[in-house]
């Protein structure tokens, strides 16, 4: 599988809806503190495995402060290798 792109909104640092194109052979993720970069991958993992363990199972970190639906919202896209398909999660 590979990522293509992930979408986040009103998820921790991400207010307002982000996408993030991730379609590459290697990504480089920088930026000074508190641009959001552990945020974008704890969306990451949110979107796969439904949970973040270094939040403790606290969902109310999840949701940014600025969320205007008061909702969090990560929308992953994957690509199987083998056949071609693609996923949304």
Request: a positive charge; charged letters at 20%.
């Amino acid at each position: 599988m590979r990522l293509l792109s992930i979408e986040l909104s009103g998820f921790r640092g991400f207010a307002e809806k982000r996408k993030f194109d991730l379609n590459a052979d290697a990504i480089v993720v920088i930026g000074a503190n508190g641009n959001g970069k552990t945020s974008l991958f704890d969306g990451i993992l949110w979107a796969l495995a439904g949970k973040v363990p270094r939040l403790q199972s606290d969902e109310s970190n999840l949701v940014s402060l600025y969320s205007g639906t008061g909702q969090a919202r990560a929308m992953l896209r994957l690509k199987d290798h083998v056949n071609g398909n693609e996923y949304t999660l």
